[in-house]
């Protein structure tokens, strides 16, 4: 069984976009959508689910250190919705805390300028977060 998955770093002004390999085990960061309207968002994210055959949208959802959910998250989980009516397939939240930490972490070790990892740091963040539910879920080997 192979598991296509996409991976959602969801801000307010951009949405990281990841896939995984075509067996579910890794993660690959694949763009980043600047945020339009919820409806140009949606549209894309269609695209994307379309063109990649993707099977499962995993959005990342920013919990506070202690576990609760704070406002970011919330506006997180209302977009969740708006997917899950939206999209042809599962839409599942995973645990995102510290993902862009890692991503930041792995680009500042990969010796990037500030300027570079800016443009690159929300699809990584998607990355870490898809990468976190392959490794949870068992990808294709579950």
Same mark, same amino acid.
């Given at each position: 069984m192979t598991v296509r998955a996409l991976g959602l770093d969801v801000g307010s002004k951009t949405i990281g976009v990841? $896939?995984?390999d075509e067996l @579910?085990?890794?993660?690959?960061?694949?763009?980043?959508i600047r945020r339009a309207t919820l409806a140009a968002d949606l549209q894309a994210l269609t695209r994307l689910i379309h063109e990649h055959q993707i099977d499962t949208v995993?959005? @990342?959802l920013p919990k506070n250190m202690d576990g609760t959910l704070g406002p970011q998250a919330q506006l997180v989980l209302s977009f969740v919705r708006a997917l899950e009516k939206a999209l042809p397939v599962p839409v599942v939240t995973w645990d995102e805390r510290l993902s862009t930490i890692g991503a930041e972490r792995a680009l500042f070790e990969a010796d990037l300028s500030r300027r570079k990892?800016? $443009?690159?740091?929300?699809k990584m963040a998607a990355a870490f977060i898809l990468q976190g539910y392959l490794d949870r879920?068992? @990808?294709?080997r579950g």
């Open positions: 990841a $896939k995984s @579910g085990w890794t993660a690959q960061g694949l763009t980043t995993v959005v @990342g990892r800016r $443009k690159v740091i929300d879920s068992g @990808g294709a």
